[in-house]
Every structure is written in C-alpha cells, then in structure tokens.
C-alpha cells in the first residue's frame, strides 16, 4: 500500500517562511504526481500545487504563485512545499497526495480534481500568529 506522511506544521509568525515535507512509502515503479492541498476551518479543500517528478512539471494556483515552491528529492519519493513570507491566510490543515500510473499535470488545479489523487497524507496543522 502506498503511504503518505506529511510532516512541518507548527506555529509560525507572519513573516517567516516554512517547509513542509511529505515522504512516501510503497510507490510502485510508476510515474507519478504529487499535489499539496490545504483546507481552513469552514473552507473548501484547496489545491495548491502539483508537481510531477519525472517531467519536470509544477504548476500552481493564483494564490499560491509567488510565495509557494514545491520540489522533490532526487528519489521522488519525498516533496516539500516551501512557503515565503507566510500571512494569516494561510492557517490551514496542509495535506499531500500522490497521483499514480497516469499523473495530470494540473491534476492538483483542477475542479474535484482532489478525488482522483490515489493516497493521501494525514494532514499537518500550520498557524500562523502575529
């Protein structure tokens, strides 16, 4: 089965920046894709960025271009999520996905594309304070 752990939550002040890491365990020897969601109390599941390893593609939405990086070790079995100059907006749950056998590049972007991701991390808490 594959797993994922998302890991790199904290409370953090407005300002800083702040890595998130998300290794995963049981990949078959396929291509694939990972996406970065994040979900606020009362708010919709949002996708972030997705990025797949194998092609060199990374695609973001509008509210995370410019502050949010995402990359990959060189296994492609861990991605990270950088986010610059962190704001109060972006207290939320951050999730991982992993999008195998036939990855979107944008799967991440996409409307319900969330439910096409095939494992999911469990979540890490970011807060940010002032």
């Known amino acids: 089965d594959v797993q994922l752990q998302a890991s790199g939550g904290g409370t953090v002040q407005a300002g800083e920046s702040l890595t998130l890491s998300c290794t995963a365990s049981?990949?078959?020897?396929?291509?694939?894709?990972f996406g970065w969601f994040r979900q606020a109390p009362g708010k919709e599941r949002e996708g972030l960025s997705c990025?797949?390893?194998?092609?060199?593609?990374?695609y973001y939405s509008d509210s995370a271009m410019g502050r949010f990086t995402i990359s990959t070790d060189n296994a492609r079995t861990k991605v990270f999520l950088k986010i610059d100059n962190v704001k109060h907006e972006d207290t939320a749950t951050y999730y991982c996905a992993v999008d195998i056998w036939t990855p979107d590049p944008r799967r991440c972007l996409r409307q319900n594309g969330w439910s096409r991701y095939d494992a999911w991390g469990q979540g890490t808490q970011v807060t940010v304070s002032s």
């Open positions: 049981g990949l078959p020897r396929a291509d694939h894709g």
């Open positions: 990025i797949i390893p194998d092609r060199r593609t990374t």
